[in-house]
């Protein structure tokens, strides 16, 4: 694609850009603090976070400040400031059973081995404006803090809960896991790093779901519920809680098993039950499992990330069992990027096109003009032959 410059364009841009920066702040007594963007949207920040492909949630509010809360914006920043960061380690397995549980349902078992744990969620609350809000202030938000974490009960014992997959294939009703040695050792799959082909592994799959944008994964995994697909499933267990993580200690010895903790980061983790087949080896009918997973409290995400990767697993026609369209069409710095860039000066393209329709009218007005004289010479002769065979009448 070819672009022309554009005399003066630099200072046009930087004038752009100071209007942006007054857009931003224009009627503003004070500026916004970081600190409660990042608590008080911690929604907001989860989404661009998992975008991003990047935990931090402090980076990602100042993504969100500086591109006016715009999530696409603040993700494409995110994405292109993780992409200038070395990678020092590499983490160890995080396993989401071990999850510090906050929240935790399942919408297949009514009573599950540690119940049902509805923690912070809209779900069942009005969807009403709450007008409040408007006149809120920090003491009553420090009183409200202060009263709620007094009157809490605080009971003993484990924040780790087995999970509702787990206890179906111990009853053989969902096919166990088995990964062969060789597999244990091979090297992930890194999406950030080598070029993804289609058809891809499970592990791509995943990870471009995991940093897939939550509308466009929504839409697609609705889809499929409504008809264009095969997958309406029951969500197992949805769980959202804090997962350790560790990473090999630098100065450990071969064999050694001696990981050190580095923090923990909050996620969510979805497994749908999907309908059921036959075991080819053992027989046995098992049902099919859904997963999901992404950074922060995402849960229409994680949903439609478990849909979607069923659907990619089963073999048909529908849009959400495309892989190449499912995979090429979720990403959200791809498509908003491709989308923007028709802003970008497209003059010498238009100019091809303009062109082309010219030289149409141009021809079009040549034939025009040649059937009309076509058409005055024909005229022509047809009264002419008229005049010959009047004066012929009137000689007889």
């Given at each position: 694609m070819a672009y022309v410059a554009v005399t003066g364009g630099q200072e046009a841009i930087a004038e752009a850009n100071s209007l942006v920066q007054y857009y931003r702040v224009k009627g503003s007594p004070r500026s916004m603090d970081i600190e409660l963007m990042?608590?008080?949207?911690?929604?907001?920040?989860?989404?661009?976070?998992?975008?991003?492909?990047?935990?931090?949630?402090?980076?990602?509010?100042?993504?969100?400040?500086?591109?006016?809360?715009?999530?696409?914006?603040?993700?494409?920043?995110?994405?292109?400031?993780?992409?200038?960061?070395p990678r020092n380690h590499y983490s160890l397995t995080v396993e989401?059973?071990?999850m510090r549980v906050i929240r935790r349902i399942s919408s297949s078992f009514r009573d599950v081995p540690g119940g049902q744990i509805l923690g912070p969620t809209y779900d069942y609350t009005h969807r009403m404006l709450n007008f409040s809000l408007r006149h809120e202030g920090d003491e009553e938000i420090?009183?409200?803090?202060s009263q709620f974490a007094g009157d809490g009960v605080h009971q003993e014992g484990s924040l780790t809960l087995k999970k509702v997959a787990d206890l179906l294939r111990e009853q053989g009703l969902m096919a166990k896991v088995v990964r062969s040695p060789a597999a244990e050792q091979e090297e992930p799959f890194d999406i950030t790093r080598q070029k993804m082909t289609i058809p891809?592994?499970?592990?791509?799959?995943?990870?471009?779901?995991?940093r897939g944008e939550t509308g466009a994964m929504t839409a697609l995994a609705y889809s499929s519920m409504r008809g264009y697909g095969v997958v309406h499933p029951t969500v197992g267990e949805l769980r959202v809680?804090?997962?350790?993580?560790?990473?090999?200690?630098?100065?450990?010895?071969?064999?050694?098993?001696?990981?050190?903790?580095?923090?923990?980061?909050?996620?969510?983790?979805?497994?749908?039950?999907?309908?059921?087949?036959?075991?080819?080896?053992?027989?046995?009918?098992?049902f099919l499992l859904g997963y999901g997973?992404?950074?922060g409290q995402n849960e229409v995400k994680g949903i439609s990330m478990a849909i979607l990767e069923r659907s990619l697993e089963t073999a048909g026609t529908?849009?959400?069992?495309?892989?190449?369209?499912?995979?090429t069409h979720i990403d959200s710095v791809e498509s908003n990027g491709f989308v923007s860039h028709l802003k970008l000066p497209h003059y010498i393209t238009f100019q091809s096109s303009l062109d082309?329709?010219?030289?149409?009218?141009?021809?079009?007005?040549?034939?025009?003009?040649?059937?009309?004289?076509?058409?005055?010479?024909?005229?022509?002769?047809?009264?002419?032959?008229a005049q010959s065979k009047d004066l012929q009448h009137s000689s007889v």
């Open positions: 990042e608590k008080q949207l911690r929604l907001l920040v989860d989404r661009v976070m998992g975008e991003g492909g990047i935990y931090a949630p402090e980076y990602a509010a100042i993504a969100l400040k500086q591109a006016e809360g715009d999530p696409a914006e603040a993700a494409f920043l995110l994405r292109a400031y993780r992409s200038t960061l989401p059973a071990d420090t009183a409200f803090v891809s592994t499970r592990a791509a799959r995943l990870q471009t779901l995991a809680g804090y997962s350790a993580v560790h990473i090999p200690h630098p100065y450990s010895q071969d064999g050694e098993d001696d990981p050190v903790y580095i923090g923990e980061m909050m996620l969510t983790e979805v497994e749908t039950i999907n309908s059921f087949k036959q075991d080819a080896q053992s027989g046995d009918v098992q997973l992404c950074f529908a849009p959400a069992q495309d892989e190449e369209f499912v995979l082309q329709i010219r030289k149409v009218q141009v021809n079009q007005q040549e034939k025009a003009k040649k059937k009309e004289e076509e058409q005055h010479a024909a005229d022509a002769t047809n009264r002419e032959a």
